[in-house]
């Protein structure tokens, strides 16, 4: 995306109003190097003494969501939702049971797989998405 704490480009481009909120909302995520959940995002704006509440914050999230300026994605272990910042980058996570931090991981194992479903099925792949669940070196110790 692009940096600095202006995302009037990015929401022109999808059609959404400027607001003071959104923007804040991009900046924490374009900054995040984990997916956060709703409730990690708006207690990220009242450290930045920003007036919101937690519904609107699950609003504006969902609506860059439906936008695909933010991935949204569940993690499994705790049902529930986390969002990230669409880079436009295929990468999946390790997820720790412990701290419940996620992590992301370079390169994917399924590339070749998905060929050979295709081959094997003749079913058209059009995405996945892979959690690899343990405990982070912080919580082994």
């Given at each position: 995306?692009?940096?600095?704490?202006?995302?009037?480009?990015?929401l022109k481009?999808?059609?959404?109003?400027?607001?003071?909120?959104?923007?804040?909302?991009?900046?924490?995520?374009?900054?995040?190097?984990?997916?956060?959940?709703?409730?990690?995002?708006?207690?990220?704006?009242?450290?930045?003494?920003?007036?919101i509440?937690?519904?609107?914050?699950?609003?504006?999230?969902?609506?860059l969501?439906?936008?695909?300026?933010?991935?949204?994605?569940?993690?499994?272990?705790?049902?529930?939702?986390?969002?990230?910042?669409?880079?436009?980058?295929?990468?999946?996570?390790?997820?720790?049971?412990?701290?419940?931090?996620?992590v992301?991981?370079?390169?994917?194992?399924?590339?070749?797989?998905?060929?050979?479903?295709?081959?094997?099925?003749?079913?058209?792949?059009?995405?996945?998405?892979?959690?690899i669940?343990?405990?982070?070196?912080?919580?082994?110790?």
């Amino acid at each position: 995306m692009q940096g600095g704490s202006d995302y009037k480009e990015i929401l022109k481009k999808e059609g959404l109003k400027s607001t003071k909120h959104r923007n804040a909302i991009l900046g924490i995520m374009e900054e995040g190097d984990e997916p956060l959940t709703a409730e990690a995002v708006f207690l990220k704006l009242k450290d930045m003494n920003t007036s919101i509440s937690l519904s609107t914050v699950y609003r504006i999230l969902e609506t860059l969501v439906s936008k695909g300026v933010i991935i949204k994605s569940s993690v499994t272990c705790e049902n529930k939702a986390v969002f990230e910042m669409n880079r436009m980058e295929h990468k999946h996570h390790l997820v720790c049971t412990g701290c419940k931090r996620m992590v992301s991981v370079e390169g994917c194992p399924f590339e070749e797989y998905e060929k050979k479903l295709k081959g094997l099925r003749g079913f058209d792949i059009t995405g996945h998405k892979l959690e690899i669940y343990g405990v982070c070196p912080d919580c082994k110790r």
